[in-house]
């Protein structure tokens, strides 16, 4: 049995977290860091807060975790995902940051699933997103568009 | 499912800062009607709806390998529109023995096998058949009916070229002239080749209407092609391992005189 070498990440606010390499190494960057050699000190996350950090260390480690089933996995992720969407916003940028793939996949589904059949309305108001349209713009577009609205 | 706001909450639009792959990837496992309402919702939606990178995606896996089969120079200025025109203005493949296009809202494949493919019996014989072009027609010749007693007519796709895990339903696409007669109700049936004889999907067919008097929704239906539709049956097609599908209209019981019907093809769509 190989000894687990455990890395040291650092996020944006100065904390830092001890994880095993075998599970670390989920990120694409971090492996990518390992395998050239440069990780004898703390790795720097300046991009990735302590809060983030916390939640992708959550995922990696139950995705680690042996003895778990696939249904077991789905509702782990179903409650991981269900959070307001400034945490996925952080999420995804974590994870595109970080480069683990799956992570972004999942998370990108979560967010298709919430505005997947709904109208434009409905997407700005659960989103916040402010309609920079004039009416006229928007009343071209959705004539464009019209096969999809009704 | 609530949300948790923090008492601090500021509403942000996170889109604006999210990377364009990030939306891209995110619109991508929507679908084509979601996509195009997305245009509607801000600027940066409208940007990435619009990508190629997001209707590439919603193109089936096959559609160069189907276009190539196209005499058709296909020049669009974006998918988009490339996916919007094939739904729109179905393209002819193999010298004009098929048409196809796509259904607009979610990018499935349809197929409208010409009426020169068809199986019809006495088809040859010119006093019972004529095969003649026609204005509306998406293919180069059309059949029609001027008398028969046997109608028999089917149409036959290879179950390979139609997108997975999808529901069909087959039509058989055809006007009615003036002069129609003897044909109130047929049968029609459809099958799977290697799964299922001629025989016994005959005992199951239904019955179609094809004029007369009755329930309106049973009778032909008006397409957008200034055609008419009778449907055939439906069948589910999984992974497409499963062979042809024939679909068959018949009236091969009351042997009295028909006639006066035009047939251009048999369509296989989603819906």
Known sequence: ?150 | MEFFWSSSHVPVDYFRFLPEGCISEIFSLTSPKDAARFSAVSRTFMSAAESNVVWEKFFPSDYNDIISRSDSLMVSPSKKQLYLSLCDSPILLDGGKLSFSLDKKTGKKCFMVAATELGITWGDTPEYWEWLSHPDSRFSKVAKLNSVCWLDVRGKIETRMLSERTKYFAYLVLKLEDRFHGLGNANAVVRFVDSESDNDAEQRASVVRLSGQGPRATLPLSRDDGWMEVELGNFFNDIGEDGAVDARLMEIRDLGWKGGLIVQGVEFRPE
């Not at chain 1, 975790?65 to 945490?87: A, I, M, P």
Request: contains cysteine; negative net charge.
């Open chain 1, 1 to 150: 049995m190989s000894s687990t070498k455990l890395l040291t990440l650092k996020t944006s606010d100065g904390e830092e977290f001890k994880l095993d390499e075998a599970v670390a190494v989920k990120s694409q960057a971090i492996k990518n860091m390992v395998e050239d050699d440069c990780v004898s000190n703390a790795i720097p996350l300046p991009n990735v807060d302590s809060k983030t950090m916390t939640k992708v260390i959550e995922y990696w480690k139950k995705h680690s975790e042996e003895g778990v089933s696939k249904d077991q996995l789905n509702d782990f992720d179903k409650g991981f995902l269900e959070v307001h969407h400034s945490v996925l916003y952080d999420l995804l940028l974590a994870a595109n940051y970080l480069n683990d793939k799956e992570l972004v996949d999942v998370i990108c589904q979560e967010v298709a699933d919430r505005i997947k059949g709904k109208t434009p309305e409905e997407i700005r108001k659960e989103f916040d997103i402010k309609n920079d349209f004039t009416p006229e713009e928007e009343e071209k577009i959705r004539q464009e568009n019209a096969w999809a609205f009704d």
